[in-house]
């Protein structure tokens, strides 16, 4: 069986925890890799709390952000998440920088969290 954890790299867009209110990530640099995927974990959602995931991204790690377009990913990301639930979309956009946006539409909370996992480096092992 061939090894993955050395041959990606994971970097936390969202702590879990109970958002009520729209969440922005910081940017993650996909530099030296030329794959990702992101990956969203749910738990409970408390008042009808309704959040809708996307992925942005840009040339420059503080500005210029913009929707990822629908070619530029592997999957697709639900209108509404739902409790208890995993979500894994791909990546296949050529910007350097990508954050994840985690949209209040309404209601009141969902425990959530999102990673997003870099993959097919140009240098492994991976640390």
Do not use: C, H, W
Request: charged share 15%.
């Amino acid at each position: 069986m061939r090894d993955l954890a050395n041959n990606i790299g994971a970097v936390q867009a969202v702590a879990p925890a109970v958002l009520t209110a729209t969440n922005t990530s910081a940017a993650i640099d996909l530099l030296g890799f030329n794959s990702a995927a992101v990956i969203i974990n749910t738990g409970a959602i408390v008042g009808a709390g309704s959040f809708t995931p996307k992925l942005q991204e840009s040339d420059v790690s503080g500005s210029g952000y913009t929707d990822v377009a629908a070619a530029d990913l592997v999957g697709e990301f639900p209108a509404a998440m739902a409790a208890a639930s995993v979500y894994k979309v791909g990546y296949i956009g050529n910007r350097r920088y990508v954050r994840t946006v985690l949209t209040l539409n309404s209601g009141t909370s969902i425990a959530a969290g999102a990673v997003v996992v870099k993959g097919n480096a140009a240098d492994k092992p991976v640390s």
